[in-house]
C-alpha cells in the first residue's frame, strides 16, 4: 500500500565518529553485516512501508553514495513519477558546507512543494534497525501529535552517539538532549521525525527567518513546549551505529540468530546494490563457525566469530578471528587476524599478523597491503 | 531501429521430462543449478559478455516461473530500449497458430521477429545446457570460413557419442557426415546445439522445411541434414571447454558436484564472465558454532548448523544441528531439521525435512530427491527417487 508520506535521509552533518572508515566516504556508505550499507537499512524500511518516494539529501564525500544508490532499482525506487531523488548540497560556495540543514531543505522546498502527500519522515543513515513507518504514521495520527519521533528504549546503554529524550506518561517528549548531554534516560532517539509536511516548511520558513538553521535543535528541541512531539517507541533491533565501538559491537552482534532473522527479515527484507558474486566456496581443509559469510567468498583457512563481506579470500593456513574483513580483502597463507577491521581490497600477505582488542579493533584502511 | 550484426535465438521451450519432480512445475531451463544460478543464465550471460544484445527467448512448455525470472531481461542488463531480451511464446493468428512444433518450427513462427531487426546473422542456442562460451569467436570463426552455417562441437568420449548429434569433418573442418544419435558414431564430434547462421540461408532453409510434411521441423534432425545434402557450407567450431547437458537428475547432480573441486573445470568465480541472475537478496549466510563446512558451495541467507560435506546449498537452505549433508544438492529454501542424514541427495525447493530423517545413501544407485514443497515427517527414511 502506498502512504501518504515521503522520506527524506538527511545526511547534512551527520555525527560521525567513524575515524578511518569515512576517511572517503559519508557515514551512509559505511559498509555493514557483510553485504550492506548503513544507508540500506532506513531506506529498506521506508520502501516497505510504502513510501513512494525518497529523497536523500547528500552532503560530503557522496561519490561512493551516487554509485551505491544508481537509479535505485535495487530498491524499486526507478519510478516514472516519484522514486529515488539524490539531492547534491545546494551551494554558491563553500563556506554554505558549514550552514546547517535547514537552509538545504529550505533551497529544495520544490522537492517538498511538489509532492501531494501530506506527510514527511526525515531521518539519518546511521540506525540499524528495520522499521514499519505505516505504524509510525498510524500513531502520529492517532495520538493527533504535531510531530512523532522514533524512539527505542535501550536500559542497557549504547556505545553510538545518540540524542535521549525524556517521555512523559501521555508519550509525550518533554526533554530532549543532544548526546553530549547529561539528561538522565533509557530512552533513545533513532533521528525519525513523522510530521506534517506543511509543519514542516512552516518550521524551516520560520525558524532560518528567526537566523536558526539546525532543523532538529532550533525546529524541534527549542519548541518542545509549543509542539505536541509524541515519541513512538521501536520494538526491534537497533543499532546507533556512528563510531568505532559501535560499529565493532553491532556487527558482532548479527552473529546472534534471533537478531539476524529480526533486522534482515522483520517486518521486510533489507535491500541492497546488487553485484552478482558466485555462492561461496569452503574448500576441504576449511573451518568456518560462529560467523557470517558473504557470496564470492573463497575459504581455505579458518574463520571464527567473525564477518566476511563479498569476495573474501581466505588462503590455507590463515586464520580469522574476531574480525571483520570487507569486500574483496585478502588473508594470504598462514596470515592471522585477531580483533580486526579490515576496510575494502585489503591484503594481508603471507604469514603477517595484525592483532587489535576488543575495546580498540586494529582498522587497516582501503586497499591497504600489509 | 539500428542494425543488429547478430541476435541470439534462445530456445527455452524444454520440457526436461527426464529431471522427474524437478520439472514437474517449471520448463528444464528454469531448473536450479549451482547454488544460485538456473541453467538459462549461463548462455544469457555468454550472450551479453559476447555482446549479443538481442535476444528472443522461445519459451512454451510450463513458462510461469520461467517468465518470472526473465522479467523484462534486468539481471542481464538486457532490458534495453532497443533490441534487449523478448520472451516470445506461441502465440494465435487469424488463422488459428500452433504450439512449437519442433526447434526449427519455433524460429520459423518468428521470422517476423527476426526481420525486424534484419541481422546478417542468426545464432540458435538452447537454454538446456551449463558452460560458457563466447559466441563472438565463434562467429569469427564462421565469417572466416565463409560458412552458411557453423556448429559448435565438443570432444566427448567414444562411450557417449551415440546419445549426441556426432559430426564428422574434414581437415579444414568442414562437416562431412551429421548423425543424430548414431547407433556405431564414426566420430566422437558431439553437436552443442550451438548454430551460427546466416540469416538469408537459415530463413530459406526453414521456409523450405515447413512446406515439407514430413519434416519433424527440428534443427537436429531436418534443417541440418538437408543443408548438408544440398551442398551448403557447414562448418564445425571446436570448444575445448566445460559444457554440459543437464538433463538427466544424474547430471544435473555431477554438474553441480564439478563445481566442488578447488579448481573446477567450470569456474564461477569469474569476475571476467560473471553469470548474471535475478537476485534472491537475502543476506550473508549464518555458520553457527556447531556449523563445519567443506568442499562445499553455500550461498547467501543459508543458516548452517550442522555438517556439510561436498554439497551445494542454494539461497535460503538451512542445515539443523547434528545434522550431516553429504554429496547433496539442497534447492532454494530448503530445510532440514536435526540429526538427519542426507547422502547423495537433492531436496528440492522449499522442501522440509523433519528432524532425524535419512534421505539417500552411499549404497544406492540413484540420487535420492525429495520434490519441490514437500514435506518429509520427522524420522522417516527415503532411499531413492521416487517413480514420478
Given amino acids: ?115 501531494t502527500v501530506d506527510y514527511v519522515v526525515i531521518a539519518r543513515s546511521h540506525m540499524v534497525c528495520n522499521v514499519d513507518f505505516a505504524k509510525v504514521l498510524e500513531q502520529h495520527r492517532e495520538t493527533g501529535a504535531d510531530v512523532t519521533v522514533v524512539c527505542k528504549n535501550s536500559p542497557e546503554g549504547m556505545p553510538g552517539l545518540a540524542r535521549k529524550a525524556k517521555v512523559n506518561g501521555a508519550g509525550r517528549i518533554v526533554e530532549m538532549q543532544d548526546h553530549f548531554g547529561r539528561l538522565d534516560s533509557d530512552i533513545v532517539s533513532m533521528e525519525m521525525y513523522v510530521l506534517n509536511k506543511e509543519l514542516l516548511l512552516d518550521l524551516v520558513d520560520t525558524s532560518l527567518a528567526q537566523g536558526r538553521d539546525h532543523f532538529v535543535r532550533h525546529s524541534i528541541l527549542s519548541r518542545l513546549e ?28 548479527l552473529l546472534q540468530p534471533d537478531i539476524w532473522r529480526e533486522l534482515f527479515f522483520k517486518p521486510g527484507s533489507i535491500y541492497t546494490k546488487v553485484k552478482d558474486e558466485p555462492p561461496t566456496h569452503y574448500r576441504s581443509g576449511a573451518d568456518v563457525s560462529h560467523s557470517l559469510i558473504a557470496n564470492g567468498c573463497d575459504i581455505e583457512g579458518t574463520v571464527t566469530n567473525s564477518i566476511l563481506f563479498r569476495g573474501v579470500k581466505v588462503a590455507k593456513g590463515a586464520v580469522v578471528r574476531n574480525s571483520i574483513v570487507m569486500q574483496n580483502g585478502v588473508v594470504g597463507e598462514n596470515g592471522s587476524l585477531e580483533n580486526c577491521i579490515l576496510d575494502k581490497e585489503v591484503e594481508i600477505r603471507p604469514m603477517q599478523q595484525l592483532k587489535g582488542s576488543i575495546e580498540m579493533p586494529f582498522i587497516a584502511l582501503k586497499r591497504k597491503v600489509i | 531501429m539500428r542494425k543488429n550484426e547478430c541476435i541470439a535465438m534462445l530456445l527455452a521451450g524444454g520440457e526436461g521430462r527426464r529431471l522427474g519432480v524437478l520439472t514437474k512445475d517449471l520448463a528444464k531451463p528454469a531448473v536450479h543449478f549451482g547454488g544460485k544460478y538456473r541453467i538459462i543464465d549461463f548462455t544469457l550471460s555468454n550472450c551479453v559478455h559476447s555482446g549479443i544484445e538481442t535476444v528472443g527467448v522461445l519459451t512454451q512448455y510450463q513458462p510461469l516461473v520461467l517468465t518470472q525470472h526473465l522479467g523484462i531481461g534486468t539481471p542481464w542488463g538486457l532490458d534495453r530500449r532497443e533490441g534487449g531480451m523478448h520472451v516470445l511464446p ?223 546449498l542454494f539461497y535460503g537452505a538451512r542445515v539443523g544441528e547434528g545434522s550431516v549433508v553429504e554429496d547433496s544438492i539442497l534447492m532454494p529454501g530448503a530445510s532440514i531439521g536435526r540429526d538427519c542424514r542426507i547422502i547423495r541427495a537433492i531436496v528440492g525447493e522449499g522442501a522440509v525435512v523433519g528432524d532425524g530423517c535419512r534421505v539417500g545413501s552411499l549404497e544406492a544407485e540413484d540420487i535420492a530427491v525429495v520434490g519441490s514443497g514437500e514435506t518429509i515427517r520427522p524420522e522417516a527414511e527415503l532411499k531413492e527417487a521416487e517413480p514420478v
Fill in chain 1, 1 to 115: 500500500m502506498k502512504l501518504s508520506m515521503m522520506g527524506v535521509i538527511n545526511l547534512i552533518h551527520e555525527a560521525d565518529e567513524m575515524e578511518a572508515l569515512t576517511a572517503n566516504r559519508c557515514l551512509a556508505t559505511v559498509p555493514f553485516g557483510g553485504r550492506y550499507r548503513l544507508i540500506d537499512f532506513v531506506l529498506s524500511s521506508m520502501v516497505n512501508s510504502g513510501i513512494p518516494r525518497v529523497a536523500v539529501f547528500a552532503h560530503r564525500k557522496f561519490r561512493s553514495l551516487m554509485d551505491h544508490l544508481g537509479s535505485g532499482s535495487n530498491w524499486d525506487l526507478h519510478r516514472k513519477q516519484s522514486g529515488l531523488f539524490v539531492i547534491p548540497p545546494s551551494m554558491e560556495d563553500q563556506t554554505d558546507f558549514g550552514k546547517g540543514d535547514l537552509y538545504h531543505f529550505y533551497r529544495n522546498r520544490d522537492y517538498f512543494a511538489r509532492s
Fill in chain 1, 226 to 253: 509549543q509542539l505536541q512531539v509524541h515519541a513512538y517507541m521501536h520494538e526491534g533491533v537497533l543499532g546507533v551505529v556512528n563510531n568505532i565501538a559501535a560499529y565493532y559491537r553491532h556487527s558482532m552482534e
Fill in chain 2, 90 to 312: 506461441p502465440y494465435v493468428r487469424q488463422k488459428g497458430g500452433t504450439w512449437y512444433k519442433g526447434t526449427a518450427n519455433a524460429i520459423y513462427q518468428n521470422l517476423g521477429f527476426i526481420e525486424r531487426y534484419d541481422p546478417e546473422y542468426v545464432l540458435i542456442i538452447s537454454g538446456d545446457h551449463i558452460y560458457k562460451m563466447n559466441y563472438d569467436l565463434l562467429l569469427e570463426a564462421h565469417k572466416k570460413n565463409k560458412a552458411d552455417a557453423t556448429i559448435a562441437v565438443i570432444s566427448v568420449p567414444w562411450a557417449d557419442a551415440s546419445r549426441f548429434g556426432i559430426l564428422s569433418v574434414d581437415e579444414e573442418g568442414r562437416v562431412v557426415e551429421f548423425a543424430e544419435k548414431p547407433k556405431k558414431p564414426t566420430s566422437n564430434l558431439a553437436s552443442m546445439g550451438v548454430y551460427m547462421f546466416n540469416w538469408k540461408v537459415l530463413k530459406e532453409a526453414l521456409v523450405r522445411d515447413e512446406s515439407d510434411r514430413q519434416s519433424s521441423n527440428d534443427f537436429g534432425k531436418d534443417i541440418i541434414p538437408t543443408l548438408l545434402g544440398d551442398g551448403a557450407r557447414l562448418f564445425s567450431y571446436q570448444f575445448n571447454d566445460y559444457w554440459k547437458d543437464v538433463g538427466t537428475i544424474d547430471s544435473l547432480w555431477e554438474a553441480n558436484m564439478d563445481l566442488l573441486e578447488d579448481q573446477p573445470s567450470l569456474q564461477l568465480n569469474d569476475r571476467s564472465w560473471r553469470i548474471f541472475s535475478a537476485s534472491p537478496n537475502q543476506p550473508a549466510q549464518y555458520v553457527a558454532p556447531t556449523a563445519k563446512i567443506q568442499g562445499s558451495l553455500v550461498n547467501e541467507g543459508c543458516v548452517v548448523e550442522g555438517q556439510v560435506n561436498r554439497s551445494v
